[in-house]
Protein backbone atom coordinates (compact mmCIF):
# COMPACT_ATOMS: atom_id res chain seq x y z
CA UNK A 1 0.00 0.00 0.00
CA UNK A 2 1.97 3.28 -1.06
CA UNK A 3 1.36 5.95 1.25
CA UNK A 4 1.08 9.66 0.47
CA UNK A 5 4.34 11.37 0.35
CA UNK A 6 4.86 14.01 3.16
CA UNK A 7 5.41 17.61 2.90
CA UNK A 8 9.20 18.78 3.71
CA UNK A 9 10.05 20.94 6.28
CA UNK A 10 9.61 24.12 5.65
CA UNK A 11 11.48 27.84 8.07
CA UNK A 12 11.18 31.23 7.26
CA UNK A 13 14.05 33.18 7.46
CA UNK A 14 15.68 36.83 6.22
CA UNK A 15 18.30 36.47 3.78
CA UNK A 16 21.88 37.62 5.13
CA UNK A 17 24.13 37.12 2.43
CA UNK A 18 23.10 36.32 -1.38
CA UNK A 19 26.93 36.62 -2.98
CA UNK A 20 27.66 33.29 -4.05
CA UNK A 21 26.13 31.69 -7.49
CA UNK A 22 22.85 29.71 -6.63
CA UNK A 23 23.22 29.98 -2.83
CA UNK A 24 21.69 32.08 -0.23
CA UNK A 25 22.78 32.34 3.45
CA UNK A 26 19.25 32.55 5.61
CA UNK A 27 19.04 33.25 9.12
CA UNK A 28 16.08 31.80 11.05
CA UNK A 29 15.34 32.60 14.62
CA UNK A 30 13.91 30.47 17.19
CA UNK A 31 12.00 32.04 19.99
CA UNK A 32 11.79 29.51 23.14
CA UNK A 33 11.86 29.19 27.08
CA UNK A 34 15.04 29.07 28.94
CA UNK A 35 15.14 25.29 30.78
CA UNK A 36 15.65 26.70 34.11
CA UNK A 37 14.45 30.37 34.57
CA UNK A 38 11.95 29.87 32.03
CA UNK A 39 12.43 33.62 29.92
CA UNK A 40 12.04 33.32 26.29
CA UNK A 41 14.64 34.12 24.47
CA UNK A 42 16.19 34.30 21.10
CA UNK A 43 17.96 31.67 19.04
CA UNK A 44 19.74 32.18 15.13
CA UNK A 45 20.67 29.23 13.14
CA UNK A 46 22.35 30.45 9.48
CA UNK A 47 21.39 27.70 6.87
CA UNK A 48 22.89 27.63 3.19
CA UNK A 49 19.59 27.05 0.53
CA UNK A 50 19.90 26.46 -2.70
CA UNK A 51 18.95 29.59 -5.16
CA UNK A 52 18.67 28.14 -8.90
CA UNK A 53 17.04 31.46 -10.22
CA UNK A 54 19.18 33.21 -7.91
CA UNK A 55 15.69 35.16 -6.84
CA UNK A 56 16.26 36.27 -3.49
CA UNK A 57 18.61 39.53 -2.76
CA UNK A 58 19.94 40.64 1.17
CA UNK A 59 16.89 41.48 3.47
CA UNK A 60 14.32 39.53 1.63
CA UNK A 61 12.17 37.45 4.07
CA UNK A 62 12.13 34.26 2.28
CA UNK A 63 10.99 30.39 2.74
CA UNK A 64 13.07 27.21 2.39
CA UNK A 65 12.48 23.78 2.64
CA UNK A 66 14.67 20.94 3.60
CA UNK A 67 16.02 18.89 0.57
CA UNK A 68 18.37 15.81 -0.31
CA UNK A 69 21.76 17.39 0.30
CA UNK A 70 23.27 19.06 -2.24
CA UNK A 71 26.67 19.84 -0.86
CA UNK A 72 28.45 19.45 1.98
CA UNK A 73 26.60 22.59 4.25
CA UNK A 74 23.43 22.81 2.05
CA UNK A 75 20.28 20.97 2.38
CA UNK A 76 17.65 23.11 1.82
CA UNK A 77 16.63 24.84 -1.20
CA UNK A 78 14.61 28.27 -1.67
CA UNK A 79 10.81 27.47 -1.94
CA UNK A 80 9.70 31.16 -2.57
CA UNK A 81 10.41 34.95 -1.86
CA UNK A 82 7.88 36.39 0.64
CA UNK A 83 8.44 40.14 1.39
CA UNK A 84 11.64 41.59 -0.71
CA UNK A 85 13.95 44.04 0.97
CA UNK A 86 12.97 47.68 1.13
CA UNK A 87 14.91 49.66 -1.64
CA UNK A 88 15.36 46.90 -4.17
Given at each position: MAHAKESARTLVGEVVSAKAKSSVSVS???VGAHP????YIKRTTRLLAHDE???AKEGDIVEIEQCRPISRRKTWKLRRVLTQAAGA
Amino acid sequence: MAHAKESARTLVGEVVSAKAKSSVSVSVVRVGAHPLYGKYIKRTTRLLAHDEENAAKEGDIVEIEQCRPISRRKTWKLRRVLTQAAGA
